[in-house]
């Protein structure tokens, strides 16, 4: 069993940056591939970031690339998502995931474990 949990989320204005961290229990971590997803109000879940066991492959969805960089610390059993030039549509709950494959998959059905979220707002 696997626990997460994010931090990080708050209130910025458009343009800034905030920088959110998962950190997960158990010492298989460093063997799954972790995700970032996000739900915005009356929307789906969707896919933003994600990264294999070792952190060297890397996948991001179109609306954050060149934005977000998604990262992992093995040793600390965390995984973080640095998000800049934030825009309002960034403005969702943030929601970390592990796959217990070490591969990155872009498909939520193939996240085993699920954080509660954290929420970020962006005001324009």
């Known amino acids: 069993q696997v626990q997460l949990v994010e931090s990080g989320g708050g209130l910025v204005q458009a343009g800034g940056s905030l920088r959110l961290s998962c950190a997960a229990s158990?010492?298989?971590?460093?063997?799954?591939?972790m995700g970032w997803f996000r739900q915005a109000p009356g929307k789906e879940r969707e896919f933003v970031a994600a990264i294999n066991w070792s952190g060297d492959s890397t996948d991001y969805a179109d609306s954050v690339k060149g934005r977000f960089t998604i990262s992992r610390d093995n040793a600390k059993n965390t995984v973080y998502l640095q998000m800049n030039i934030l825009k309002p549509e960034d403005t969702a709950v943030y929601y970390c995931?592990?796959?217990?494959?070490?591969?990155?998959?872009?498909?939520?059905?193939?996240?085993?474990?699920w954080g509660q979220g954290t929420r970020v707002t962006v005001s324009s």
């Open positions: 158990g010492r298989t971590f460093s063997s799954y591939a």
């Open positions: 995931a592990a796959r217990t494959r070490g591969i990155i998959s872009t498909r939520i059905y193939e996240y085993t474990y």
